[in-house]
């Protein structure tokens, strides 16, 4: 899968769950409805979900060599799916070192998820992603 066709598929999903967050049926709210009809619900079910096909995902290199998992994904001000929250390292949670990576330099082909060129030692060299507080 190329990776227009992966942040397209992402960026879908993300409105799905948004839609499906805000109410699991339509409900009147001054005069307008919100949220997605029984038909349309039926519809998000079948839709591709970022929570079950990208995140908690272990990251390889072309080589097969784990380099981390996808914690989470970015998505930018103009809502726009731009980068990949991989963690590196740790041992349950301790030392753990989280890289932000552009999603365009991921691929995914029969739901694995590749970095390639990349190793451990390289991802644990990038600068720290911290979220902004």
């Known amino acids: ?4 066709v992966m942040t397209v598929m992402i960026g ?3 409105v799905g769950m948004m839609g499906s967050a805000l109410a699991q049926q ?7 409805s919100i949220g997605v009809s029984a038909d349309e619900l039926v519809t998000v079910a079948k839709g591709w979900s970022a929570k079950n096909q990208i995140m ?3 990251v390889y290199n072309d080589k097969s060599e784990k380099v981390g998992v996808v914690d989470d994904l970015i998505i ?5 799916v731009s980068y990949a929250i991989i963690g590196t390292g740790g041992f349950i949670g301790m030392d753990k070192h989280d890289v932000a990576i552009p999603v365009n330099q991921l ?3 029969g739901g694995t998820i590749t970095l390639p060129g990349a190793t451990q030692d390289a991802v644990k060299a990038m600068h ?4 902004a507080k």
């Not at 899968?1 to 227009?4: L, Q, V």
């Not at 339509?26 to 307008?32: E, I, R, Y």
């Open 12 to 14: 879908l999903a993300v």
């Open 76 to 80: 930018t001000p103009d809502k726009a």
């Open 107 to 109: 691929k995914m082909e």
């Open 26 to 32: 339509q409900v009147p709210v001054a005069g307008m």
């Open 56 to 58: 908690g995902k272990d």
């Open 1 to 4: 899968m190329n990776i227009k």
């Open 128 to 131: 720290t992603f911290q979220y």
